[in-house]
């Protein structure tokens, strides 16, 4: 498996170590996370946004982080390589392609706030590709990074556009804790199946379906108390890798994207306390990914080493509190 994912993603250090220091880095926001577990699965086909009056306001949020995003994304959204297409809830998400020297951005939702979603994590990947010029394989934590990164980053904008645009402070609150699930979905249940791909991939003739959506649950309740979760929700967790294509079709994938949503966390950390994350940022979506062992390039970036167990020391309480001051305004109370 770890050469998996070095030759697939780069990741040049012995995963399981690193999964677990991630699973025992963030209890305060595991608990938090899976009790918001059935606000996370709940369709709601919201209309709160014009599409094209938003598209336009998001280049404007990735123009906070650098001037020249915005008329880079203009152009985007202007030309036909931008595509929007409304799908079935489990299909949701995108794409972000560049092929034969033409960027192609696939944005598929369901509704307003998933478009919204679709629309600030493929804006990252499309101004690493515009901004780049990278033209080597891509290395998929730092990738991510460019888009998780970039939708935290922008988060206090879109979280101002919610409760300007949604009509009210609560139901702003609601939707920029909406907004806000979609990276910590990289984060939970990017562990919960990294782990899991990790057992299938090292020992795949003991897993038939009905194993595999047992440990799913299993996993997922080793990182908080159980006590919370109803029958229902069980079945849910349990059902949740069937709409995982990336467990069987992309195997370590979810390595990479947990790889990256701690990256993106530890980034936006830094900015919200005044450091030079955008700065950072920046670097990361302005110049090609180095062929350096990926150890090496979180360390100069100013990324997270994941190979120390202290490394997620205090991204718990940055994001947990987060989570705890939106919940807390969505239940009235101060
Ligand atoms: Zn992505």
Redesign the pocket.
Known sequence: MDYACEVLYGIDFSVSPMLETIAAGFPATWELVSDLGALSSTPDAQTFLEEDGFLREATAFYGTLCPDYQPLLESLIESDALQLETVPQLLAG?A?KVTNGRLHVTIRSYDDLSLAVGAM??F??ALYASCSNASDTVRYPI??TH??GGSLLCLDAMEAFFRERAGGDEHGAYLTLRYLLQPLDNLYHGLIRSRLSAEIFTSPDSFSPRDIARRYLELSLTLVDDTGYSPDYQMLLGARWMNSSSLFQNPFSDISCVLAAVNAVSLWRDQQAGGDAVTRYNALVQTPIPDIPYADYCLRMGLPDLTDPASCEGLDDFLAGRLTALTGELSGEE
Do not use: F, L, S
Request: charge should be negative; charged fraction near 20%.
């Open positions: 995108g972000t994590h493929e990252g990947h990738y991510e888009a998780i």
